[in-house]
């Protein structure tokens, strides 16, 4: 027992990137298999490794910096490393933690393994894609007892080595509310201070923000587009890209309400307009724009709406309204 006087003094809260991934803490990023969620951890360890900023997501320039990789999904060689490479991430600092040196095998955690993430040089970031891989298969994460028994370690690691931990871990597709989409996973985001979401919008763009934070406030989500970057000729076998991540604004919406389908935006805007009935499409566009929205993002929202289109009359105007 310590008295409060003897422990460690106040301080202000560190962050690898400001209102998004607290250092000495833990952030779990949750969402649909396919959409690009790791794209978006090279993105990050790319910033960190060259200490170049990255202000839309609250990463200031900083030194170069450690990072640690466990990774089980993707294949090393084929698909990580020319990933970090297009992103310009210096492989100096990063280490990676496998079995064999095709990057295979993975570790098991909590076991004796949790020893590697200690290892000199000391990580800034430490990453694991996919969380569920790595945990031992005596523990059955959909039980509380057990899930947290995965999860502690990960929470003393990051606070004894200052680090900022990124679990990665999917949806179950589920289509009710965002934490019955965590699926089995659910007790992750409670034991974790910060939990990312992983989405589509209606663009198609990949739109990642904070879902749950704990201390600070939540921001809006940022929105990002896949690139295809050529890097050597096309094949039989494969049409010679790499995919980039790339930043394109932030979204009008923060990550929770979006998966919540609670509108805002053009959205908003558009079933307030068509609230009073079918109004024709030329009026629609004539004061969306008024209101400053374009005609692509009318569109989006007609999507989203599932607006029904009509005609005014026999081959008259064609109409909108709400379903």
């Known amino acids: 027992m310590w008295k409060a ?13 400001r209102q998004r ?3 000495a803490g833990v952030t779990v990023l949750v969402g649909d298999e396919g959409i690009g969620k790791s794209l978006f951890w090279v993105w990050i360890v790319a910033a960190v490794t060259t200490g170049k900023p990255l202000p839309e997501f609250g990463i200031p320039a900083r030194d170069p910096q450690h990072v640690r990789l466990v990774v089980t999904e993707d294949d090393w060689a084929t698909e990580v490393r020319p990933r970090l490479e297009v992103a310009d991430a210096n492989l100096r600092y990063i280490d990676v933690i496998a079995c064999e040196r095709d990057g295979s095998g993975a570790p098991v955690f909590p076991s004796d393994d949790m020893a590697l993430l200690y290892q000199d040089p000391i990580p800034t970031l430490i990453v694991v894609d996919a969380w ?4 031992p298969g005596n523990l059955n994460v959909q039980t509380p007892q057990d899930a947290r028994k995965a999860l502690h370690p ?6 004894q080595l200052d680090a900022a931990v990124l679990l990665m871990t999917h949806t179950n597709r589920d289509n009710g509310s965002v934490r019955n989409r965590y699926g089995i996973t659910g007790e992750l985001r409670k034991k974790a201070r910060m939990a990312l979401f992983a989405q589509r919008d209606e663009q198609h763009r990949l739109v990642i923000g904070p879902e749950k934070a704990n201390g600070t406030a939540i921001v ?7 690139d295809s970057v050529q890097v050597r000729p096309p094949t039989d076998d494969e049409d010679g890209t790499v ?3 790339r930043y394109v604004g932030d979204s009008d919406q923060n990550a929770g309400d979006m998966a919540e389908g609670k509108l805002s935006g053009t959205a908003l805007w558009l079933n307030d307009f068509l609230t009073e009935g079918a109004r024709k499409r030329s009026e629609v566009f004539e004061e969306g724009e008024k209101e400053g929205h374009t005609r692509s993002q009318m569109y989006a929202a007609f999507r989203k709406l599932k607006v029904k289109a009509g005609r005014d009359g026999f081959q008259g105007e064609s109409t909108w309204r709400l379903p």
Request: aromatic share 8%; hydrophobic share 55%; glycine share 0%.
């Open 132 to 135: 569920l891989d790595t945990v």
């Open 243 to 245: 995919p980039k991540l």
């Open 154 to 159: 990960w929470k003393d690691v990051a606070v």
């Open 21 to 23: 991934i607290p250092r």
């Open 5 to 17: 006087t003897e422990l460690a003094r106040a301080k202000a809260k560190v962050w690898l990137a």
């Open 220 to 226: 809006s989500a940022s929105a990002f587009t896949i």
